[in-house]
Nanobody, 121 residues
Framework: QVQLVESGGGLVQAGGSLRPSCAAS????????MGWYRQAPGKQRELVASIMSDGTTNYAYSEKGRFTISRDSAKNTVYLQMNSLKPEDTGVYYC???????????????WGQGTQVTVSS
């Protein structure tokens, strides 16, 4: 079994910062891409940022310069440093990871349960 567990969400005032993290555990041979997605109330889930195994990052336009994604491969953990938060950043933040469970298997995308981020004005 593989699990992704997020933590570090919460309530913060506009302009503040949060740093949620997401740790993958279980039967893991390797991890390729890891990413963060946001689902605002009444909206579809959308990509916030992603990071490849070689460290290459990708950001949604509105997050560039405010958010930084990073990973600790030794801990199978991905982080999202969020600065200068705005009320429109509010939502449930989900992490995902493309995980290969054995040397013979293909990568499969797993999702965490989500962590709530609320930014008050």
């Amino acid at each position: 079994q593989v699990q992704l567990v997020e933590s570090g969400g919460g309530l913060v005032q506009a302009g503040g910062s949060l740093r949620p993290s997401c740790a993958a555990s279980g039967s893991i041979f390797s991890i390729n891409d890891m990413g963060w997605y946001r689902q605002a109330p009444g909206k579809q889930r959308e990509l916030v940022a992603s990071i490849m195994s070689d460290g290459t990052t990708n950001y949604a336009y509105s997050e560039k310069g405010r958010f930084t994604i990073s990973r600790d491969s030794a801990k199978n953990t991905v982080y999202l440093q969020m600065n200068s938060l705005k009320p429109e950043d509010t939502g449930v933040y989900y992490c995902n990871a493309a995980i290969k469970r054995t040397i013979y298997s293909s990568h499969f995308t797993y999702w965490g349960q989500g962590t709530q981020v609320t930014v008050s004005s």
